[in-house]
């Protein structure tokens, strides 16, 4: 489908939506691997908007918690400058392999990609302040209202918060409000909402995309 076939139904939507991201065999490839590995990769509108973002903020300082085959890491390169560098964090070793085989297929110089192993909540704390452009986070729900408090700390002015699966639908229709996660889907979008410091914006891309820039 092209931008320029009327959208018929809501699968229609998505193709319509990946209209915009121009996905070439790597970023095929790493989607293949990613869904093969049961890791869930970003949709392809998400792509599309990380790319957006990136490109927007002119980001050279990145951080992602969620590796994964690299799907997330790729977009958000191909918006970022030449010389920016991705440092993505995941706890799964194997994930983190066949990603570095991944940007290397993308012809990305090593430097331009820091792939730390380990929890995000373990990880981030030692990373810089005022720092990162752009901070996306995809994993580990629980840990969201954390990741929050991390992101406020780490990001320039100006700097932007992605954080995925915000409309996760089997979470927020969950009858039983004591699950985990769809507290914790709540507890970090009352948060966001309610901090004068962020101006938010949720974007019904994927699973829910809440974007939320940091005050100059
Ligand atoms: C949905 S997948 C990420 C997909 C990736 N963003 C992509 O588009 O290819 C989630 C990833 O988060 C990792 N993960 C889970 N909990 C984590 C945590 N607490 N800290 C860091 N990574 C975590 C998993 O190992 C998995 O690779």
């Given at each position: 489908m092209t931008p320029e076939t009327p959208i018929a139904d809501a699968d229609a939507v998505q193709d319509y939506v990946a209209a915009y991201l121009a996905q070439d065999e790597v970023l095929a490839a790493a989607r293949a691997r990613g869904v093969e590995l049961g890791c869930a990769p970003i949709s392809l509108g998400t792509g599309a908007a990380l790319r957006f973002l990136t490109t927007a903020l002119q980001a050279r300082a990145v951080v992602e918690v969620g590796t994964g085959t690299g799907v997330s890491g790729l977009c958000l390169l191909r918006g970022m400058a030449p010389d920016g560098v991705l440092t993505s964090i995941d706890v799964d070793p194997e994930y983190q392999r066949v990603a570095r085989r991944i940007f290397a297929d993308a012809s990305l110089?090593?430097?331009r990609t820091r792939l730390i192993m380990g929890r995000g909540l373990e990880v981030l704390p030692r990373l810089a302040d005022g720092a990162y452009d752009l901070m996306f986070v995809g994993s580990a729900i629980t840990d969201y209202p954390r990741y929050l408090e991390e992101a406020l700390r780490l990001l320039r002015p100006g700097g932007v918060l992605v954080l995925d699966n915000m409309l996760d639908r089997e979470l927020l229709t969950?009858?039983?409000?004591?699950?985990p996660e769809a507290q914790a889907l709540l507890e970090v979008a009352r948060a966001v909402r309610s901090d004068e410091r962020l101006a938010p914006l949720l974007l019904p891309l994927g699973d829910g995309l809440l974007l939320a820039a940091k005050a100059p």
């Open positions: 110089p090593s430097g969950d009858p039983d409000t004591r699950d």
